[in-house]
């Protein structure tokens, strides 16, 4: 079934996401578009679809680490728990999708994750590091975006979904960070220079025109 829409004038006044951001704005050194924004509220079957791949792929990236990385006890502590919780995402992403009479299917990806990649290091524990500063991009990038689009959704009455976006709002936040400090933890020398590498390139990855819609996709083409 469905879900209707509740009439703007109607719904609830939207939360503040600035209360959850913190210092998110700052270490990702540019804001969401808005022609983005405008894209993804005209767009919201795409954009719940790739929201659940993304939560899929985290708690994946996640398990992976675990995988290689079997020494490093702190991070076997906060992969774990962040697994689970991007697992319990998805499964309510999907619970949204159901009540909108949206099917989950395969979508391709977009450029965003695989440019960043292209900046991890071959060797270690610099690829460790840089896996854990790509993370923190990503969990950051997230949080800004659905602080972006809580207020535009309850202005256009989906109170459902702008509850639930305000909701993943701490949890992402507290990834970025666990990424950050793990990060931090097991390189052997400053991160300044290689965050600021990462920032650029991300930076770049959601300023320029995109061709293809994705959660983390840069300014849409215009059709």
């Not at 697992?87 to 949204?96: A, E, T």
């Not at 395969?106 to 695989?114: I, V």
């Not at 509850?163 to 793990?182: G, I, N, P, Q, V």
Request: glycine share 4%; aromatic share 8%.
């Amino acid at each position: 079934m469905i879900q209707d829409a509740v009439s703007p004038e109607l719904a609830t006044e939207a939360p503040d996401p600035k209360t959850v951001l913190g210092d998110i704005p700052d270490f990702l050194g540019n804001r969401t578009p808005q022609a983005w924004v405008e894209k993804a509220l005209d767009n919201l079957t795409v954009l719940l679809i790739d929201h659940a791949q993304c939560e899929k792929k985290a708690a994946s990236a996640a398990m992976s680490m675990m995988y290689k990385y079997v020494d490093r006890r702190e991070l076997l502590s906060k992969m774990s728990k962040l697994a689970r919780e991007e697992l319990v995402h998805f499964d309510q992403v999907l619970k949204l999708m159901d009540d909108r009479g949206i099917q989950y299917t395969h979508l391709t990806a977009g450029r965003y994750a695989g440019a960043l990649h292209e900046l991890i290091r071959k060797s270690e524990p610099e690829k460790l590091v840089d896996r854990l500063i790509l993370g923190a991009f990503v969990e950051a990038r997230s949080c800004e975006r659905f602080a972006a689009l809580v207020p535009e959704l309850y202005r256009r009455g989906d109170e459902v979904l702008g509850r639930f976006y305000f909701s993943l709002l701490k949890s992402e936040a507290r990834h970025y960070k666990d990424y950050l400090t793990l990060a931090r933890q097991y390189s052997e020398t400053e991160i300044t220079d290689r965050v600021d590498a990462f920032r650029e390139l991300e930076a770049r990855l959601i300023e320029l025109p995109d061709e293809t819609f994705r959660f983390h996709s840069g300014v849409p083409v215009q059709e």
